[in-house]
């Protein structure tokens, strides 16, 4: 089975400045999707941004971007601008193309926003 | 649109008891799959559901079973409750998993 990493438990970061959470996976596969998802206090995850392995630009959505550097099987998520907002816990996640609709999640970073 | 729904929210049972918990996915997606949360375990597959047949199981023991209905809705039912079985129960629901999943806010199921 794939192996999702997130080294980082908890991190920090000041308002208006930018942080890096950083998730590594393990797999033989050349054909996946990696995923962001950020959960709040309130349960609910919420899907940050999608990387499909076979495109070599890095996905962008406002203020998120990664780094996916696909032969160090590296998939970090860069947050511009940290907002209050951003304060949740963010999980790094992995679906194969060819296995169906499994997702394999890190155990997630904890990310605190200091005003 | 209305999003993922997830019934009830809260939870608590008794060891030896079974439950059932309840996902309504977003209109048109066909696609359900139930994940566990724990703090321990994080988050682990349990099964996923399409047009009404299971296609992916977890690694889960029997006591977890689950069906999906004609309109897409999702039961999940815990037999013979452990107190390990205490987790965040969450639902989701997809068009096409390559584009991710949508949430529902989850299940605190509690056993005592």
């Known amino acids: 089975a794939q192996t999702v990493t997130q080294s980082q438990p908890e991190m920090s970061v000041q308002e208006a400045e930018t942080v890096t959470l950083s998730c590594t996976y393990d797999t033989s596969e050349s054909d996946y999707y990696l995923f962001w998802y950020k959960q709040p206090p309130s349960r609910q995850m919420i899907l940050v941004i999608r990387?499909?392995?076979?495109?070599?630009q890095n996905a962008t959505e406002n203020r998120f971007s990664v780094n996916f550097q696909k032969a160090a099987k590296s998939f970090s998520l860069k947050i511009s601008d940290s907002q209050l907002g951003d304060a949740a816990m963010y999980f790094c996640a992995y679906r194969s193309a060819n296995t169906g609709n499994q997702f394999y999640f890190g155990t997630g970073t904890s990310l605190t926003v200091i005003p | 649109k209305a999003g993922v729904t997830q019934t009830p929210r809260y939870l608590i049972k008794t060891r030896g008891q079974q439950v059932t918990l309840s996902c309504s996915p977003i209109?048109?997606?066909?696609?359900v799959s139930w994940y566990q949360q724990t703090p321990g375990q994080g988050l682990q597959f349990l099964f996923e559901?399409?047009?009404?047949?299971?296609?992916n199981k977890g690694n889960f023991p029997g006591r977890f079973s689950g069906r999906q209905f004609s309109n897409s809705r999702s039961e999940m039912n815990v037999s013979t409750l452990e107190l390990g079985d205490s987790a965040l129960y969450l639902c989701a629901s997809s068009l096409s998993g390559i584009y991710g999943y949508t949430f529902g806010s989850g299940t605190r199921l509690t056993v005592v």
């Open positions: 990387q499909e392995a076979y495109k070599q």
């Open positions: 209109s048109g997606h066909r696609s």
């Open positions: 559901y399409f047009s009404e047949t299971q296609r």
